[in-house]
Every structure is written in C-alpha cells, then in structure tokens.
T-cell receptor, first 118, second 114 residues
Framework: GAVVSQHPSRVICKSGTSVKIECRSL??????MFWYRQFPKKSLMLMAT?????????EQGVEKDKFLINHASLTLSTLTVTSAHPEDSSFYIC??????????????FGSGTQLSVL | DQQVKQNSPSLSVQEGRISILNCDYT??????FLWYKKYPAEGPTFLIS?????DKNEDGRFTVFLNKSAKHLSLHIVPSQPGDSAVYFC?????????????FGPGTSLSVIP
C-alpha cells in the first residue's frame, strides 16, 4: 500500500517554542491530507483538512493561528504548533488520501508524532 | 456530538474464537465506512471498508456487516489471533458533503487471549 512518512516521531520542547511536523506521501500524490490529534486512550480527533495549494479547513474548536498547516506540494503537508504549551502535548497523526485503485476513502496514515511540551 | 460511536471500550476474546466489534452512527449522510487497527504510538492501519450500497464485505478473516436502517455496523474477526490485539477504530465519511472527511469513533481495545 501507499506510504506516508511523518517526522519527527517524538519531540520534547519548552513551553513557548514552535514545533513543525512534516507529513510526506512517498509514492503517491496527495491532494488532500488530514491532521488528527489523539489524547491518551481517546479517539482520533480530526483537526483540519489540508488541500494542496489552498488554505486548510479547520474543524470547529481548533485554533487556526495555533496550528498552522501548509500544503505547498502534492507530497508534503506541515503542521506547526506555534507557541506550544503543555496542554498541546498530544499524539499528532497525519494521513493522506490515495485515490488510486478506487479506494475512495482509504486513508494512509503516518506513524505519528508524540509532542511533549514542558 | 459524537457521530460515530463504539460503545464497548474494550473486549476480550479467546484465541480461535470470533471477535465482534460494534459501531453505531448517527449521521444518515454517511455512505462509506472503514475499520482501522491501531497499536500504541503508531498510526492507524486500514483493515476493511464497506460502501453503503452493500451490506457485507469480506477480506480473509475480517468481515464487515452494515445495517443501514439501524445505522449499525460490525466487524467480525474469525478466528481471532493474539496478534489481533489492538485498538480498533470505526470510521465514516460522506462523499461530496461537508462530511467528506473521515470521522472516527472512540475505539474498542481488543485483547485476544492465547
């Protein structure tokens, strides 16, 4: 299946700093990527939909200025957590939609990034 | 408002027996459903999906059943194996609508006991 690479896998940062997470589709072009957040023992919460060449669509309750998303190419989307605070500590996962093979919604997920803000 | 529900947070099954994971949804616009498997600190892995025009889809040991009138779907794993122990997420989407994105349920943690 398609491969989605996400980096870094783990990051520890001080409160007030910004952290950038990269999501790449390695063997297919992804016009749409999704960013999810997972709290411990909780579901995957969709944060935003990232469309190549246009502004991201954020879910209700997600701060646009806090979580900056850029999808500058068909293979790369980035999530920047600006001025991170301890409450931003979470597991962030990106996914990409691969339309090939007729699998309409067969999302492929990255391996996730565990963010810990001290 | 949780649109995709998995009311059993956990499930334990003996190896070799059938595992049945349930999922309910509230949004009648959903027309495509998926099951994902997830290990801790990893991204979810796609298992199986079903379109709303079908009521059953089978792939090896995994079968998904869809009951549209009841807004209910289930994942059957037969026979269950210890390696199936993971968290299983039910997900749904609605093509061409504001829900043209994958919405996940809260997950069910499956433990297959050897």
């Amino acid at each position: 299946g398609a491969v989605v690479s996400q980096h870094p896998s783990r990051v520890i940062c001080k409160s007030g700093t910004s952290v950038k997470i990269e999501c790449r589709s390695l063997d297919f072009q992804a016009t749409t990527m999704f960013w999810y957040r997972q709290f411990p023992k909780k579901s995957l919460m969709l944060m935003a939909t990232s469309n190549e060449g246009s502004k991201a669509t954020y879910e209700q309750g997600v701060e646009k200025d806090k979580f900056l998303i850029n999808h500058a190419s068909l293979t790369l989307s980035t999530l920047t957590v600006t001025s991170a605070h301890p409450e931003d500590s979470s597991f962030y996962i990106c996914s990409a939609r691969d339309w090939q093979g007729g699998f309409r919604e067969k999302l492929f997920f990255g391996s996730g990034t565990q963010l810990s803000v001290l | 408002d949780q649109q995709v529900k998995q009311n059993s947070p956990s499930l334990s099954v003996q190896e070799g027996r059938i595992s049945i994971l349930n999922c309910d949804y509230t949004n009648s616009m959903f027309d495509y459903f998926l099951w994902y498997k997830k290990y801790p600190a990893e991204g979810p892995t796609f298992l199986i999906s079903i379109s709303s025009i079908k009521d059953k889809n089978e792939d090896g040991r995994f079968t998904v059943f869809l009951n549209k009138s009841a807004k209910h779907l289930s994942l059957h794993i037969v026979p269950s194996q210890p390696g199936d122990s993971a968290v299983y997420f039910c997900a749904a989407s609605a093509w061409g609508t504001s829900y043209d994105k994958v919405i996940f349920g809260p997950g069910t943690s499956l433990s297959v006991i050897p």
